[in-house]
């Protein structure tokens, strides 16, 4: 019993730890930042929206300085910038709102805003929310420009803008009258004229405005562009009217549009080309105003060189690209458990360009001033780990991208002191010598086993299936398993270059710890990879196994006729509310062996992918499926397979577990043998499950119905012996030899015998006066030197006459002439 029920403590405190655990993973915030740039007697909203509703709601304002009031790029380090405490205008459940207005510009309302969300001592930070003011100043330069143009260049033309926050509307105007903006035009803010002709005459200007405001009225260049185009002109090399940019600044995954547009006459050709490289293929689209390439990449930085070239001379102009990324931040741990006093050291890999700052917060605060605490960019150190550092431990990375961070949840298990020992009492006398305690030593905690070494079948061109094992797992319990692989590459490209490949990669589904085998999809034919299995155990820790053999997945389709025979399903049978067992025919083929089968199994309620399970050897026939839903239908097929291929699918079958009349453990994966009457040993399996359970329960009962007949029979058997008269109602006396315990059959009452004493039974008439609602049971003692000793258990249902009284009474003096007991018993 004592054993039992430790288990189920233990069964218990594990599933609050992993739910614990769970719950610290899963609390995030669910929006994105939002970056506002507002005019003056404008306001918006702030919203910080979790997906578990907090105990409370705070907002960190950090203040922007007066001249970074307009600038919307500017960085604020987190780790030393000054900020202000804000409560919340409004809370709904899970979302917290903040107004932020600005009134005038002396009123510092601009900066960033950070959400914190309060669990409990734990805090999440979210990453911050700036709000500028817009502003747009007016145009300086004082300019008009005259030039004549040949027919069918193209005019590329801009006016220099003033200073601004905000992108601005910038149109453009011929002869005071509006221009409606093309596509290129909008994007780069510049006149673009394509093939003039002669209806092309006229003077431009420009104007500019913000999107957001209403109150910043457009402001209009005072220089302006004279066009004249005609034929009458002498031949002229290229030159350019407006001088390109010479460098652009491009975010990873944008596109950029590469301005470079010349004239001349006659009109000059352009072609480009790349200092160093190649132009990028496929993403690249030429326009006589320049060139514009798509989703740029890391490999897409360098010089790129436009060329105009007509009969008089060439034009060149080297355009410089470099891209920048927003950060990444991988820590690699969800949750990590450390002892009080300890040291920890944590390294997460942080990537951006430019290289982003770090900050590390811990409940929502930078740790800056935390003299435990040791910060160097990507990695922190706590030494000693104390009670106060336990909660939620974040990284943020910021460059002029995004800011992004990585949360991680740290337990603190705290040391054993004098005060959570109890003190045992000691045995020495005065003057003695003190027995000396020897401290004990604390318990390991339980090991976390890996994953043994995973092999790897081929299943088709593209997919593979990758099954492992896990030893005599007497450590933590694992809540799940994640497959990783690696491309190295192709066979040829991978004998030359051994250390080089891609990163691990993750499968996204989380394998539940019954199953050891996984369906890994989507990979090149040709190639070479090599896989491994990662364990999460239930301190939501994780080790990995070994990496497996290099595999070569071998393009198969040419060679069908390799697949080996697909096996027969002959019957399917229900085992308990929780497994089925699977019956099959194997014909083998010459010069074909196999290592064992596949089982794909899904509920035939559901729509979605099968889950897998791996049967080794090719002589086994049947076998156990467990850990399935009560009373529901299966759909089952099965595969044969060797380390070349699968087979065909067999036909699908379908099996039904039984119906769910009481609790049941789940069933035990495993083979069985072939045979013909059954498989004992998964039988006797289940028949020392079944005696275990029942007779857990069969010795409560048992405990339970001792305890209760005991009490009933020691009543109802006396009441049955003294049974009175028609004319003694309410008389119950014992026979003349009275009852005797004897010593041998002494009951024991909290692990004491009772005191042997002669009993007599009668009703009391006198306790229905203290309590007429309720039975009782009273045991009284009478203890005398000179008179004999009686006790006396009386149970009261009702009042009883003054005439029976008096026979009571005379009774029990004829009873104590007769009896001879010792005096000066104790009374129990």
Request: hydrophobic residues 30%; aromatic residues 8%; proline residues 7%.
């Amino acid at each position: 019993m004592d054993g039992s029920i430790r288990g189920l403590l233990n069964i218990l405190i594990t599933l609050l730890v992993w739910v614990t655990s769970v719950r610290s993973d899963h609390e995030y915030m669910v929006n994105e930042p939002e970056n506002v740039i507002l005019p003056i007697d404008f306001e918006t909203q702030l919203t910080c929206n979790m997906n578990i509703e907090p105990d409370k709601f705070l907002w960190k304002f950090y203040p922007f300085s007066n001249k970074d009031m307009y600038n919307s790029k500017a960085i604020i380090d987190l780790n030393t910038a000054p900020y202000i405490l804000i409560n919340p205008d409004h809370v709904e459940d899970r979302k917290s709102f903040l107004k932020v207005k600005v009134q005038d510009t002396q009123k510092k309302v601009a900066g960033d805003y950070q959400c914190l969300a309060y669990y409990g001592a734990s805090v999440i930070a979210s990453v911050p929310s700036r709000v500028t003011i817009a502003t747009l100043d007016n145009f300086t330069k004082v300019e008009e420009k005259k030039v004549d143009v040949f027919p069918g260049n193209t005019v590329l033309w801009r006016c220099e803008l003033p200073y601004y926050n905000q992108d601005p509307f910038v149109d453009y105007f011929k002869n005071d009258q509006y221009l409606e903006p093309t596509e290129l035009s909008s994007i780069i803010k510049a006149l673009v004229i394509e093939n003039i002709t002669y209806s092309s005459t006229g003077i431009y200007k420009c104007g500019a405005s913000l999107p957001t405001s209403q109150e910043v009225p457009r402001r209009m260049s005072k220089e302006s562009l004279n066009l004249r185009v005609t034929n009458y002109m002498s031949g002229k090399t290229p030159y350019f009217l407006a001088t390109p940019p010479s460098n652009y600044t491009v975010v990873k995954g944008s596109s950029v549009f590469l301005e470079c547009a010349a004239i001349g006459n006659p009109t000059p050709r352009v072609f480009w080309y790349k200092q160093n490289g190649q132009l990028p293929q496929h993403r690249t689209e030429m326009t006589s105003g320049g060139l514009k390439i798509n989703n740029i990449t890391t490999s897409d930085e360098g010089v790129y060189i436009c060329n105009h070239t007509n009969n008089y001379g060439t034009l060149s102009h080297p355009i410089t690209i470099i891209t920048h990324e927003e950060p990444s931040v991988e820590c690699f741990l969800n949750t990590t458990d450390v002892k009080q006093n300890d040291r920890l050291d944590l390294e997460c890999n942080i990537k951006g360009k430019p290289e982003p700052k770090i900050a590390w917060f811990l409940n929502g605060y930078s740790v800056r001033n935390d003299s435990a605490i040791e910060t160097t960019k990507n990695k922190i150190v706590i030494n000693p780990v104390e009670k106060r550092h336990a909660g939620n431990l974040q990284i943020f990375a910021s460059n002029s991208v995004k800011t992004v961070y990585s949360s991680m949840s740290l337990r603190v298990i705290p040391i054993a002191t004098s005060l959570d020992i109890p003190t045992q009492p000691s045995n020495h006398r005065h003057g003695g010598k003190k027995p000396v305690r020897k401290p004990t030593k604390p318990l390991k905690p339980p090991k976390m086993i890996p994953p043994n070494k995973p092999t790897v079948t081929r299943l088709n061109d593209q997919a593979v299936v990758v099954r492992w094992s896990v030893g005599s797992n007497t450590g933590l319990p694992i809540m799940f398993f994640k497959v990783q692989y690696r491309e190295l590459g192709p066979l040829q490209h991978n004998e030359h270059h051994r250390n080089k490949g891609s990163r691990w990669k993750t499968c996204n589904e989380d394998i539940a710890p019954h199953i050891q085998s996984y369906d890994v999809t989507n990979l090149k034919p040709d190639y070479v990879y090599r896989f491994r299995i990662a364990a999460v155990y239930s301190n939501n820790d994780n080790k990995l196994s070994n990496n497996s053999d290099k595999f070569y997945l071998r393009r198969m389709d040419f060679d069908e006729d390799n697949k080996p025979p697909a096996p027969l399903i002959t019957r399917t049978e229900a085992i308990n509310t929780t497994a089925v067992k699977i019956h099959w025919q194997y014909t083998p083929s010459p010069n074909k062996t196999i290592d064992g089968f596949y089982i794909s199994f899904i509920s035939a309620s559901l729509a979605g992918d099968y889950t897998r399970v791996t049967v080794d050897g090719d002589q086994v026939k049947s076998y156990v499926l467990g850990y399935l839903q009560p009373d529901t239908v299966y759909d089952i097929k099965l595969q044969s397979f060797n380390s070349k291929a699968a087979s065909e699918y067999s036909q699908t079958m379908k099996a039904k577990t039984k119906a769910l009349p009481s609790t049941e453990p789940p069933s035990v994966i495993g083979p069985t043998v072939a045979s013909t009457e059954g498989d004992p040993g998964v039988g006797n399996l289940y028949v020392l499950i079944a005696i275990g359970v029942v007779g857990g329960g069969l010795l409560l009962v048992v405990l339970a119905v001792l305890i209760g007949c005991r009490r009933w029979h020691r009543m109802n058997s006396e009441n049955d012996r003294q049974k009175p008269s028609g004319e003694e109602q309410h008389h119950i006396q014992a026979d003349g030899n009275d009852y005797v315990v004897n010593p041998r059959t002494l009951s024991r009452t909290n692990g004491c015998v009772l005191p042997t004493n002669r009993i007599t039974i009668t009703p009391n008439p006198l306790a229905d006066n203290e309590n007429k609602s309720q039975n009782i049971i009273e045991l009284t003692c009478l203890t005398s030197q000179n008179n004999n000793t009686s006790a006396l258990v009386s149970g009261v249902e009702g009042d009883s006459s003054s005439a029976e009284r008096k026979v009571h009474k005379n009774r029990i003096r004829k009873q104590k002439s007769k009896e001879h007991s010792t005096s000066g018993e104790n009374c129990v």
